[in-house]
């Protein structure tokens, strides 16, 4: 089993809300991923959770605050968004951290934020 | 600083013909190279990887890529297309650590 199951699939919120994404895998993977994908573009890595700590960080704005309870699920918890947050939002797994760059990332289908 | 390019943001086939996807990256390293495809609506989906073994891979939906060191490319083929092929294609590099970088996209259409 290869899935990474993303939760909701859909998100529609005000500018003042609080919300939360969810992601969650069963493969035993150590590394989980926060992605940003825009219309007709390319993923951009937001955060790296290795072994349930923070490894990377790409200089995303605090409005967005990712945390990993445990190994197998991983959140992102959204606050005060602006409309140009609206976005595919994409968690992906991979089977260790600790920069073995070769693992492969399995991804979700996403969620689709939308900020009005 | 490791980056792919990807040649062509459309590329358009006839139903049975060769599907060529360029790819050219730049490390200063041994990379490690992928290719994703993503449909519509979905998430990102791994074609196949190249970490060093063969120069020549074989994924999944017949799809295979030749890495060539020389030209810094790693080109993404399929010898005849399907229907079901259409969608987005990522080429991507890891260099060092989990981080992937990814190309700008190919969005390959196929023509009945």
């Known amino acids: 089993d290869t899935e990474v199951t993303q939760t909701p699939k859909h998100l529609v919120m005000g500018m003042t809300n609080k919300k939360s994404l969810k992601c969650e895998q069963h493969m035993g993977h150590r590394a989980m991923y926060w992605y940003k994908q825009k219309a007709k573009k390319p993923p951009e890595l937001m955060f790296v959770y290795s072994y349930e700590k923070l490894s990377i960080n790409e200089s995303v704005p605090s409005r967005f605050s990712p945390e990993c309870p445990n190994s197998s699920l991983l959140n992102l918890h959204l606050h005060a968004l602006q409309p140009e947050d609206s976005a595919l939002y994409l968690c992906?797994?991979?089977?260790?951290?600790?920069?073995?760059?070769?693992?492969?990332?399995?991804f979700g289908a996403g969620t689709r934020l939308s900020v009005l | 600083a490791q980056s792919v390019t990807q040649l062509g943001s459309h590329v358009s086939v006839s139903e049975g013909a060769l599907v060529l996807l360029r790819c050219n990256y730049s490390?200063?390293?041994?990379?490690?190279l992928f290719w994703y495809v993503q449909y519509p609506n979905q998430g990102l989906q791994l074609l196949l990887k190249?970490?060093?073994?063969?120069?020549l891979v074989k994924g999944i939906n017949g799809f295979e890529a030749e890495f060539k060191k020389s030209e810094t490319s790693f080109h993404l083929t399929k010898p005849s297309a399907h229907m079901s092929d259409a969608a987005e294609y990522f080429c991507a590099v890891s260099v060092g650590y989990e981080k992937l970088t990814f190309g700008t996209g190919t969005r390959l259409t196929i023509i009945p």
């Open positions: 490390s200063s390293v041994p990379p490690y």
């Open positions: 190249y970490t060093s073994a063969a120069t």
């Open positions: 992906a797994s991979s089977q260790e951290g600790g920069g073995r760059s070769h693992n492969i990332q399995y």
